[in-house]
């Protein structure tokens, strides 16, 4: 039980580790591209607004703008004024940079103001297209969002720059709000799906413990252990919990199989050993006088004969199981193996007096192994003279249908009941009737079932109690119906 459950909690526990790990990289992968939308969003707002406010600085600088003889004057002092005062009022700095690059106006207080701007910058700014976060040659300590347009007299021609630049605390305290959100969503999403996954996962896997303990039982010989089913019965845990109560039916079935197995083996060895054992005893010991030797080792003899036919029939079971009886089949005659039976069984059927129908028949080919088919027609003919009334009928009928011949063995008598019928082909069924009049091991109809199987046949019984039985076997005509199942009508 604690093995079951530490293997429940491993897998509980790893399933939601790989959950929360993937969860948690979804998470991040989106966090990254939220940051990353956040920024450019925000850069572009920043641009926008520096834009706006450099138009309206350039706007008024030209009004202190005076050009006379081809040069340019600029009333610096009210200019810088006027960039100090909006400079207050939009929390911007305004940086008038002559066309070589120096800066000539600040409207606050440089910490280098002796930074010459480069000339690719100056170009850029030229087109009305430098947008950056920087320090603009080092002119701030820290990075600055900086937009540069050109100033321009009515000519066209441009007298100098216009530099707006706003302080990069804004984004900071934006993304960190943003990342502050994210680790908060984060963790109430972890915690929700830690919740949800344990209870689930939990649940999820309460039939595989189920299987644990089920399958410790079966070690232990106990095959009554079923895994209950969860759910609609259609996903793949309840399928498999299913398949697994199927497989437990199937082990109880083998291991009742194997039980009645080993007992009756037991059983059809020890009688005919117990017999032997004693007659000889008595015969050694003088227990039997001299003038019945001759009947009770005659006894022996047919003790003798029934192991041997039961050590065959074992021999068969095992090459049948592990699938080593081969099967050579030929066309053949098996009106004629009928005859040959009935011939050999001569003796048991006029002792009974009785009727044989169906001898008198046309050659009846079939595509089958002689040998093994012989062994079948044999087994079944030898039972139905067994439990045969006296003064019965016996009776043989073939019927070909298409790429099959249907063979039928009848014999007039008791018949099998209704509820024995569906046993009579089990390894060691005997009938009650049989119990009494036979002396086989119970092997003979599944050997002949499993013959006809390989043959790609089919064998069914047909009984009517007090009136007759019959088997019904179904063997291929032809070497390309071989291995093509027919069920026998």
């Given at each position: 039980m604690v093995k079951s459950l530490r293997t429940h909690r491993s897998l509980v526990k790893k399933y939601i580790l790989i959950t929360m790990g993937v969860v948690l990289l979804g998470l991040l992968i989106f966090g990254g591209i939220l940051l990353a939308f956040a920024k450019e969003y925000f850069d572009s707002e920043a641009e926008q607004d520096l834009h706006m406010r450099a138009n309206i600085a350039g706007a008024f600088t030209n009004q202190y703008l005076t050009v006379f003889d081809g040069q340019y004057f600029l009333?610096?002092?009210?200019l810088l004024q006027s960039l100090v005062i909006f400079s207050e009022l939009t929390d911007r700095t305004f940086m008038l940079v002559s066309a070589d690059g120096a800066l000539e106006l600040y409207s606050g207080s440089p910490v280098n103001d002796a930074v010459t701007i480069s000339q690719g910058i100056l170009e850029e700014a030229a087109e009305g297209k430098y947008f950056a976060f920087n320090t603009l040659e080092g002119i701030f300590e820290s990075n600055y969002y900086i937009v540069g347009i050109p100033l321009t007299s009515k000519d066209g021609a441009i007298y100098s720059y216009m530099f707006v630049a706003s302080s990069g605390e804004g984004l900071t305290a934006f993304l960190k709000a943003v990342v502050q959100v994210f680790i908060i969503g984060t963790i109430a999403v972890l915690a929700f799906t830690f919740a949800v996954v344990s209870i689930a996962t939990d649940k999820l896997l309460a039939p595989l413990g189920e299987m644990s303990k089920a399958t410790r039982s079966f070690a232990q010989g106990d095959f009554t252990k079923r895994v209950p089913l969860y759910g609609n019965g259609y996903?793949?845990?309840?399928?498999?919990?299913?398949?697994?109560?199927n497989m437990a039916s199937s082990l109880a079935v083998h291991e009742q199989t194997r039980r009645s197995f080993v007992a009756n083996v037991s059983h059809e060895l020890k009688t005919p050993m117990t017999t032997i054992g004693g007659f000889i005893d008595g015969i050694l010991d003088g227990t039997i006088p001299p003038d019945k030797h001759q009947q009770y080792l005659t006894i022996v003899s047919d003790e003798v004969k029934r192991l041997a036919r039961l050590v065959v029939s074992m021999l068969n079971l095992s090459r049948i199981e592990a699938g080593e009886m081969q099967i050579h089949p030929a066309e053949m005659d098996i009106?004629?193996?009928?005859?040959?039976?009935?011939?050999?069984?001569?003796?048991?059927?006029?002792?009974?007096?009785?009727?044989?129908?169906?001898?008198?028949t046309d050659k009846q080919i079939v595509y089958a192994d002689p040998d093994l088919i012989h062994q079948v027609i044999y087994n079944l003919t030898d039972n139905a003279v067994k439990f045969v009334n006296e003064g019965g009928r016996l009776e043989f009928s073939y019927n070909q249908q298409g790429k099959f011949m249907y063979v039928g063995i009848r014999n007039s008598?008791?018949?099998?009941?209704?509820?024995?019928?569906?046993h009579v082909f089990d390894r060691f069924y005997k009938t009650d009737k049989s119990r009494s009049q036979d002396n086989?091991?119970?092997l003979g109809l599944y050997i002949v079932k499993s013959i006809v199987n390989m043959h790609g046949g089919d064998i069914i019984v047909r009984s009517v109690q007090g009136e007759y039985c019959e088997f019904i076997v179904t063997l291929p005509v032809?070497?390309?119906?071989?291995?093509k199942t027919q069920v026998a009508k």
């Open positions: 009333d610096k002092t009210k996903d793949e845990i309840s399928q498999l919990a299913l398949a697994f109560n009106s004629q193996t009928v005859l040959h039976t009935v011939f050999a069984l001569e003796q048991s059927i006029e002792a009974k007096n009785l009727e044989v129908i169906g001898l008198d008598g008791e018949g099998i009941s209704k509820e024995e019928i569906p086989g091991a119970g032809s070497k390309n119906a071989v291995g």
